[in-house]
């Protein structure tokens, strides 16, 4: 069962399907922890009436409620041959990498990504596949930091950009979707919330609703000025 394949909730019948299908593959878990992703998506995103699927993995496959939600979020993001030849671990990094950066689309092909590599005091790119888990950890550390508002690619909407991002993350935490700017077809900038749980749509909208009165009273103010 693939995630996303078909969009109607599931019956209870298949909910206890996919649950007698959990125990079976937990008992195999090394290798099959992407299968286990897929079906922890189908019971996140379809509708089961199960209102904690982490924790419904928890109780019964003996799976910790954060390891869930990791195999959960990889198994939806990579194919079955990508997530086998890289592994967790390494695709986890490539996330964090990818969400490091305010101009990368969420989806990337890994065999197309060059990282940065530290050998001997001299920086280096490596492909994602030739790279350790020590290169990904090391491009992480280095671009997590760089802001948008001091790039002069993005303009105004840089600012527009970071600040909607803090109050993003002041307001949900670790929930808090990340912000992306975009280049459409006409070469206008636009911004993308990705990795946006379902769950804290509200809190999000509230969060968009204040930013934006915040920052139409700091245009008007400088108007004024």
Same mark, same amino acid.
């Given at each position: &069962? @693939? +995630?996303? $394949? ?11 399907? %996919? ?7 937990? !008992?195999?878990?090394?290798? &099959? ?7 922890? *998506?189908? &019971?996140? !995103? ?16 003996? %799976?910790?409620?954060? @390891? ?6 990889? =198994? ?14 390494? #695709?986890?990094? #490539?996330?964090?990498?990818?969400? /490091?950066?305010? *101009?990368? +689309? ?10 940065? $590599? #530290?050998? *001997? ?5 490596? !492909?994602?596949?030739? $790279? !350790?888990?020590? *290169? ?7 671009? $997590?930091?760089?802001?948008? /508002? ?6 105004? &909407? ?18 808090? +979707? ?13 911004? /993308? ?14 969060? #968009? ?8 009273? =700091? ?7």
């Amino acid at each position: &069962m @693939e +995630p996303g $394949s078909n969009s109607e909730a599931l019956s209870w019948d298949t909910v206890a399907v %996919i649950t007698d299908r959990l125990k079976l593959l937990a !008992t195999r878990k090394a290798e &099959m922890w992407w299968d286990i992703g897929c079906l922890l *998506d189908a &019971m996140a !995103t379809r509708g089961t009436g199960i209102r904690d699927w982490a924790a419904h993995a928890q109780k019964v496959i003996g %799976i910790d409620r954060r @390891e869930a939600r990791r195999i959960r979020r990889i =198994a939806s993001m990579f194919s079955r041959e990508i997530a086998m030849r890289f592994g967790i671990e390494k #695709l986890e990094l #490539l996330v964090k990498l990818v969400e /490091a950066l305010p *101009d990368v +689309p969420p989806v990337m092909d890994p065999l197309r990504v060059e990282v940065i $590599s #530290l050998h *001997d005091r001299a920086v280096v790119p490596v !492909t994602f596949a030739e $790279s !350790t888990t020590d *290169d990904l950890r090391f491009t992480v550390k280095l671009l $997590s930091g760089r802001k948008t /508002a001091s790039d002069a690619r993005f303009g105004q &909407m840089g600012e527009v950009r970071d600040a909607l991002e803090k109050a993003l993350r002041k307001a949900l935490g670790r929930k808090a +979707p990340k912000v992306k700017v975009e280049s459409v077809h006409d070469a206008r900038q636009c911004m /993308a919330l990705i990795d946006m749980d379902p769950g804290e749509l509200d809190a999000v909208g509230r969060t #968009l609703i204040a930013q934006a009165k915040t920052m139409r009273k =700091a245009r008007a103010h400088k108007g004024v000025r």
